[in-house]
């Protein structure tokens, strides 16, 4: 993949981006999103906006495992490393904080890459990542972002089971959170530190941190980690057997999951509600609730826990005596276990494997897998699968008449149970949370009677004020609405002024006078047809004058047309003594661009008059439309013999000056009221002895507003 990133170009990384965005089942407001970010990648000029971007992207397929969730970061990665790379060889100190900005962003890809892989229960791959994102993230002593590394590799070493690990990494995380001061993600990390309690079998310890968090998360109304707190208390309670108390938490987390849409905790809902009404002995109704959450396993491609439903449902097959339907469950759930490296689920999936041996009979087969189990249990440490294998192994040698060995595994199996569940614990839990509910009402009870005094005491003086800011306010409206109304007249008035001195300076007298006098020759030398043609092209050319005059923006061809008419006439009025010639960029769509008419006309008539007319010969007028970026460029070149030499000879400065205010007016109107440059250049041009060679004029005007 990053052979293949570094070799793709910016037009074919887009059609590959779309390609994978085709792949996609969801299309609606999401695909609409995709398009809108996609136009803004292809806009952006600075590679932190587009690294942003693309993280912007890669968000949207965050529930399950994605290759469209790689393909952006991983894309994103490419440009900072590329970046920090080509920073850190020029060695600037200016560079410094632009290679830290890019070094936070490669951090954060590669975090969420981790995560991607976590989720594909890649966790060697997961933990690669998430120590590289780790190694840059203490380089940049960036604390809230290396307690994100120490959690996320913590929550990998829990679903491997490594549980001591994964509670010594969620301590960092959780020193870190307190130092940034951030309560959020404290309390995440204190729901971290219940789950590795609760797969621990220290109950109690789970049921603190999950109420600390949950204190948290229900004050900042964040229903997804509510909806998480609420499963893994549902939990605590199934393990000490208070099935109705599991249930209500378990229900309350699967409707905040429909309300959030949130895939993942409506699968686990499913899959713990299964669980609930197997220990209930409603076998049916189980596996109905375990195949529910099997099909969402299947469609967000998450498959951690996915054995868990395999495990459960052939435990409902055994329970109800069918044990070769029960292997086969157990079977794919222990390949499962395998390809995650998760040991407590694969000492599980061994024990009931063992079990089922036992129960057809076949010892040695059974005793195989029971130690097996046990072996597993003891690398991990955890309580549940060590009281399994020591349970099932108690069970085999008892059914093997080995009394001994059967009475030596009962006493682990029995000191395990002990400690898992007792009255005494049961009841602390119970304690725990009548005290975290009594505390809450409190607090919520403190802080009702304290707003309703508040009220009391503010409800006189705010009666008070109503009626003085209700007449602040209206004048203040009635002050605003006259200000912006006579702006406006200002702006209205000058708009109008200023379209009758654009007039006025396309209608110049002579010209009109000249153009004529040129046309009646014609007639006199009883040229009908030619002075007819002559004279239909000046009656068209004063009509698109006026017509355009009137306009802020006219398609650009009709421009074109109108400047190509001036220029017929202007030749027959001086004889065919210069030439001219308009160039337009191939990238320049003239029916669907609109410019500002008659920008050029002016500049046009005092190339002629005062430029060219004053050549015995070889003057040439040269008008060019370019594209260059979001802009477009109008220039307007000619030979003539320079302003300088012109004023000279015609005094035509006080002409010109005027001509060139009105433009400069113009074009300040314009870039005030779009917001965009609009601009122009006059440059006198020389030759190379330093001879005045003529004069271009270059006009600068945006391209977005004119589309």
């Not at 604390?143 to 301590?171: F, R, T």
Request: hydrophobic share 35%.
């Amino acid at each position: 993949m990053q052979f293949l990133l570094k070799y793709i170009t910016k037009p074919l990384l887009f059609l590959i981006i779309i390609f994978f965005l085709l792949l996609k089942n969801s299309f609606g407001q999401s695909l609409l999103k995709t398009d809108s970010l996609l136009t803004e990648l292809n806009k952006a000029v600075h590679d932190t906006t587009k690294i942003k971007i693309l993280f912007e992207l890669g968000n949207q397929f965050l529930s399950g495992p994605s290759d469209s969730l790689l393909l952006y970061y991983q894309t994103a990665l490419k440009i900072a490393e590329k970046n920090i790379s080509s920073l850190e060889h020029k060695q600037e100190r200016k560079s410094i904080k632009t290679i830290n900005t890019y070094k936070r962003q490669t951090a954060r890809a590669i975090i969420e890459i981790g995560i991607e892989y976590f989720f594909r229960s890649d966790y060697s791959e997961a933990l690669n990542y998430f120590f590289k994102a780790l190694a840059i993230c203490e380089e940049l002593n960036d604390i809230s972002i290396i307690s994100e590394c120490y959690s996320e590799i913590g929550i990998v070493y829990k679903n491997q089971g490594k549980y001591d690990l994964a509670l010594e990494y969620n301590e960092k995380a959780l020193s870190g959170a307190k130092q940034t001061g951030d309560i959020s993600w404290v309390a995440v990390c204190y729901a971290n530190n219940g789950t590795i309690y609760l797969k621990k079998g220290y109950f109690t310890l789970a049921l603190e941190y999950y109420l600390k968090a949950l204190k948290t998360f229900e004050e900042l109304g964040h229903e997804r980690r509510i909806c998480a707190c609420y499963l893994n208390i549902g939990k605590i309670y199934s393990e000490q057997h208070d099935f109705n108390k599991a249930l209500e938490y378990y229900n309350k987390a699967l409707q905040i999951a429909y309300k959030t849409k949130d895939k993942v905790s409506e699968t686990e809902s499913y899959l713990n509600i299964g669980k609930v009404y197997l220990n209930m002995k409603e076998y049916s109704l189980a596996r109905s609730y375990f195949n529910k959450s099997i099909d969402l396993y299947e469609e967000s491609g998450y498959r951690h826990e996915m054995d868990e439903c395999y495990k459960n449902i052939g435990l409902t097959y055994k329970m109800e005596k069918k044990y070769d339907k029960a292997n086969e469950y157990y079977y794919r759930a222990l390949q499962i276990s395998r390809q995650e490296n998760d040991k407590p689920g694969m000492a599980e999936s061994l024990g009931y494997i063992a079990n089922v041996f036992f129960l057809k009979h076949n010892y040695s087969k059974a005793l195989e897998m029971a130690k097996q189990s046990l072996e597993i249990a003891k690398e991990t440490e955890n309580l549940q699968a060590l009281k399994n294998a020591y349970e099932f192994l108690s069970e085999i040698y008892e059914g093997q008449n080995n009394t001994g060995k059967a009475l030596h595994y009962y006493k682990f199996y029995s000191d395990i149970k002990d400690s898992l569940f007792s009255e005494g614990k049961y009841k602390a839990i119970r304690e725990i949370e009548t005290k975290f509910e009594t505390e809450k009402k409190e607090q919520q009870l403190a802080l009702l009677t304290e707003k309703n005094e508040v009220q009391m005491l503010k409800i006189s003086q705010r009666n008070q004020l109503i009626l003085a800011l209700v007449i602040f306010f209206t004048l203040i409206v009635l002050m605003v609405y006259l200000f912006y109304r006579n702006k406006r007249l200002q702006a209205k008035h000058k708009t109008i002024q200023l379209e009758q001195q654009l007039l006025r300076s396309q209608m110049n007298p002579h010209f009109i006078f000249n153009s004529l006098i040129a046309i009646q020759s014609y007639i006199y030398k009883k040229d009908l047809i030619e002075a007819g043609d002559y004279l239909a092209k000046f009656a068209n050319l004063v009509r698109l004058i006026l017509e355009n005059s009137r306009s802020e923006f006219i398609l650009f061809e009709k421009e074109v047309n109108t400047l190509e008419l001036y220029f017929e006439l202007q030749l027959l009025r001086f004889e065919n003594k210069f030439t001219y010639a308009i160039e337009i960029d191939k990238n320049i769509e003239t029916g669907n661009i609109s410019i500002p008419p008659m920008l050029a006309q002016p500049i046009i008539e005092n190339a002629i008059e005062h430029g060219l007319r004053h050549k015995k010969q070889g003057g040439f007028i040269h008008i060019r439309f370019d594209k260059k970026d979001d802009s477009i460029l109008f220039k307007v070149e000619d030979n003539g013999v320079g302003r300088l030499k012109a004023s000279e000879l015609k005094k035509l400065k006080k002409f010109e000056s005027v001509a060139i205010s009105i433009i400069k007016e113009r074009l300040a109107i314009l870039s005030k009221k779009y917001k965009k440059i609009f601009n122009m250049k006059i440059t006198d041009l020389k030759d190379k002895t330093g001879t005045p060679s003529g004069t271009e004029v270059t006009f600068s005007m945006p391209s977005k507003i004119l589309s």
